[in-house]
C-alpha cells in the first residue's frame, strides 16, 4: 500500500501503534454512526478491526504533518464481485470530530481519487452517505461525485437506511483535471 502525500495530510498505511489514536475517535458516539458503523466500545474491539484494516490493505491512516498520529481513515474498497468486474471501488472515510471543517477529507478524498484513477486504473468510484450525513453530502459535493442513486443498507444497528450514492468516472476525473478543479 503506498502513502499519499498531499499538502497538509500524510495517508500512510495503518499500523498496531496507531491502536490508541483509533480508540480514541472510533470510541466517540458522534462517529462511527454517521458512517454506518457502532463506536467502539473497547480498545480489544478497535484492535480487532484494525488488524482487519492492516490485513486487507484497503485503509490509509490520515495523519497532518508533521505529526504521524492518525485522526482518521480513509480507504478504496472493493465491496462485491461487480466491482472487481468494472474495475470500480468504493471510497470511505472517518475523520475525529476535532478536525472537522477543516477541509482535510476533501483533501484526502481527491488524494485518493487520484491514486484510485492514476495508479489503480479504476473506471469508476463510488461514494455514499445516510440522509444523516450531511458532512459526508459537503465532501462529496466538494469533490465532484455525481448522484447515481440510493440503496437500502442496514445501519450498525441492522436498521435499513437510505444510502445515497454517487459516482465519478476516469472520465469525470479526468475532465476535473483538465479544469484544474482538483486541489492538489
Not at 64 to 89: C, F, Q, S, W, Y
Not at 104 to 128: D, H, M, R, W
Not at 136 to 165: A, L
Request: proline residues 4%.
Amino acid at each position: 500500500m503506498n502513502t499519499l502525500v498531499t499538502k497538509r495530510l500524510i495517508l500512510r498505511p495503518l499500523r498496531l501503534t496507531d491502536l490508541a489514536a483509533f480508540y480514541a475517535y472510533a470510541k466517540k458516539p458522534n462517529i462511527g454512526p454517521m458512517a454506518g458503523w457502532a463506536p467502539h466500545q473497547s480498545p480489544a474491539e478497535s484492535l480487532k478491526i484494525l488488524k482487519m484494516m492492516i490485513a486487507e490493505k484497503e485503509v490509509w491512516g490520515i495523519t497532518i504533518k508533521p505529526n504521524d498520529e492518525i485522526v482518521g481513515t480513509i480507504g478504496l474498497h472493493e465491496r462485491n464481485l461487480a466491482h472487481m468486474i468494472h474495475r470500480a471501488k468504493e471510497i470511505g472515510y472517518a475523520l475525529d470530530d476535532l478536525y472537522w471543517g477543516q477541509g482535510l477529507v476533501p483533501e484526502a478524498v481527491n488524494e485518493v481519487l487520484k491514486y484510485g484513477f492514476e495508479s489503480q486504473n479504476l473506471a469508476t468510484i463510488i461514494c455514499g452517505h445516510s440522509g444523516e450525513n450531511h458532512q459526508s453530502r459537503r465532501v462529496i459535493d466538494k469533490t465532484g461525485f455525481i448522484y447515481s442513486h440510493h440503496e437500502i443498507r442496514q445501519d450498525h444497528e441492522n436498521e435499513d437506511i437510505i444510502v445515497y450514492v454517487y459516482k465519478m468516472t476516469k472520465e469525470d476525473y479526468e475532465k476535473r483535471r483538465q479544469d484544474d478543479k482538483i486541489i492538489d
